[in-house]
């Protein structure tokens, strides 16, 4: 039987998904037992770091199928040079991470969590909460559009606000303004959006500079990965008034929020929920399941990652 660990929690929909055909073991009964040698999947949850020392203790490991479409936290190089498919969960939560920035951007322009905590502590009673900024004749920037920024820019559209991006290279047919540098996007939005990978090919891609160029006015909007923005120089630039305001949904060092972001009452901060409805948790779980349950029978796995790609009579071939 296809041996599948689960190092950490999964979702009901994953551990009974696999079991139906697979024997799933957790890290416990693993370490308890001399069953790692026969461990050919992972079922990892995104915030499991699976790196080559990791991996390189199941020498029959085969595929390891990452719960989130960001897998940053997997060494793929390592899985590339030892045969070992990655797959993640793409295309299944554009809609609701894209939802989780919309929600964003408007909470933090209109201090929707401000204005709530102003009328709960009591506060309407002597005087009516500041008037704040808009989203009437903005220009919402997209840094990566990629499934996710896509959904946004759509969204954005709808909410009448002009969209342009910056990716690595321009994508052809796309309707929108394409920024070759992120500085010369954020000059040119009121709205950033940071929608990339994670890695250290993005890490602090929103630097002083780029916030500096976003202009008093602006506001980031970070849905991607932490890294992706200098945490430090975020904060400065918020302090000072070089930006207007943030709306963040993930952090340098998760768990963890700085002191002086939580001290501000003029940022949004949520803990990670960009994909956290039980509908599309439920259907990144099924496509892990998916990925190994086709792998296991032999039809290669659905959702590699570009970095492991399989084509038929073998991993990586
Ligand atoms: P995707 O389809 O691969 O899109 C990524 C986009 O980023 C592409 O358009 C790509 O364009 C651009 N990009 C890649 N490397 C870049 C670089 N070095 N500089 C500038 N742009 C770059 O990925 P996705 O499915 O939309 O997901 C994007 C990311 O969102 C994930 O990797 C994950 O970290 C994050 N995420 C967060 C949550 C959450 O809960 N907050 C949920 C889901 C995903 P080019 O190739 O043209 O550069
Ligand atoms: C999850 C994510 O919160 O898919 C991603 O890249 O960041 C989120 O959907 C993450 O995978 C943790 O489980």
Same mark, same amino acid.
């Given at each position: 039987?296809?041996?599948?660990?689960?190092?950490? #929690?999964?979702?009901?929909?994953?551990?009974?998904?696999?079991?139906?055909?697979?024997?799933?073991?957790?890290?416990?009964?693993?370490?308890?037992?001399?069953?790692?040698?026969?461990?050919?999947?992972?079922?990892? %949850?995104?915030?499991?770091?699976?790196?080559?020392?990791?991996?390189? =203790?199941f020498?029959?490991?085969?595929?390891?199928?990452n719960?989130?479409?960001?897998?940053?936290?997997?060494?793929?190089?390592?899985?590339?040079?030892?045969?070992?498919? /990655?797959?993640?969960?793409?295309?299944?939560?554009?809609?609701?991470?894209?939802?989780?920035?919309?929600g964003?951007?408007?909470?933090?322009?209109?201090?929707?969590?401000?204005?709530?905590?102003?009328?709960?502590?009591g506060?309407?009673?002597?005087?009516?909460? #500041?008037?704040?900024?808009?989203?009437? %004749?903005?220009?919402?920037?997209?840094?990566?559009?990629?499934?996710?920024?896509?959904?946004?820019?759509?969204?954005?559209?709808?909410? *009448?606000m002009?969209?342009?991006?910056?990716?690595?290279? #321009?994508?052809?047919?796309?309707?929108?303004?394409?920024? #070759?540098?992120?500085?010369?996007?954020?000059a040119?939005?009121?709205?950033?959006?940071?929608?990339?990978?994670?890695?250290?090919?993005?890490?602090?891609?929103?630097?002083?500079?780029?916030?500096q160029?976003?202009?008093?006015? %602006?506001?980031?909007?970070? /849905?991607?990965?932490?890294?992706?923005v200098?945490?430090?120089?975020?904060i400065?630039?918020?302090?000072?008034?070089?930006?207007?305001?943030? *709306?963040?949904?993930?952090?340098?060092?998760?768990?963890?929020?700085?002191?002086?972001?939580?001290?501000?009452?003029? /940022? /949004?901060?949520?803990?990670?929920?960009?994909?956290?409805?039980?509908?599309?948790?439920?259907?990144?779980?099924?496509?892990?399941?998916?990925?190994?349950?086709?792998?296991?029978?032999? =039809?290669?796995?659905?959702?590699?990652?570009?970095?492991?790609?399989?084509?038929? *009579?073998?991993?990586?071939?």
């Amino acid at each position: 039987m296809f041996h599948v660990l689960i190092p950490a #929690p999964v979702l009901p929909v994953v551990r009974e998904g696999l079991a139906k055909a697979c024997r799933v073991s957790t890290l416990d009964e693993i370490e308890a037992s001399d069953a790692r040698s026969d461990v050919r999947g992972i079922a990892g %949850g995104g915030h499991l770091v699976v790196d080559g020392a990791f991996m390189a =203790r199941f020498p029959k490991l085969e595929i390891v199928a990452n719960f989130g479409v960001g897998y940053n936290n997997v060494d793929t190089e390592w899985a590339r040079q030892h045969g070992i498919i /990655v797959t993640n969960t793409p295309d299944v939560l554009n809609e609701e991470v894209a939802d989780t920035a919309l929600g964003l951007i408007i909470a933090t322009a209109r201090q929707l969590p401000a204005a709530e905590r102003h009328l709960r502590a009591g506060r309407w009673n002597e005087g009516a909460f #500041p008037l704040t900024a808009t989203l009437r %004749g903005r220009t919402v920037g997209i840094l990566g559009l990629g499934r996710i920024g896509k959904a946004i820019a759509t969204r954005a559209e709808a909410f *009448g606000m002009a969209v342009v991006y910056h990716g690595r290279r #321009p994508q052809p047919g796309v309707p929108y303004g394409y920024f #070759p540098t992120v500085k010369a996007l954020a000059a040119a939005s009121d709205i950033l959006v940071v929608i990339a990978p994670g890695g250290p090919e993005t890490r602090h891609l929103v630097d002083a500079d780029v916030l500096q160029a976003l202009g008093p006015q %602006g506001i980031l909007i970070n /849905v991607a990965r932490g890294t992706l923005v200098d945490e430090a120089a975020l904060i400065d630039a918020l302090a000072k008034g070089h930006i207007l305001s943030a *709306g963040l949904d993930v952090f340098e060092h998760e768990p963890a929020v700085p002191q002086a972001l939580l001290d501000m009452d003029h /940022v /949004v901060l949520l803990p990670h929920v960009g994909s956290a409805s039980t509908h599309t948790r439920n259907a990144m779980g099924q496509l892990v399941v998916d990925n190994i349950l086709s792998w296991a029978a032999g =039809r290669g796995p659905l959702t590699p990652v570009a970095e492991t790609p399989w084509t038929q *009579g073998g991993a990586n071939a």
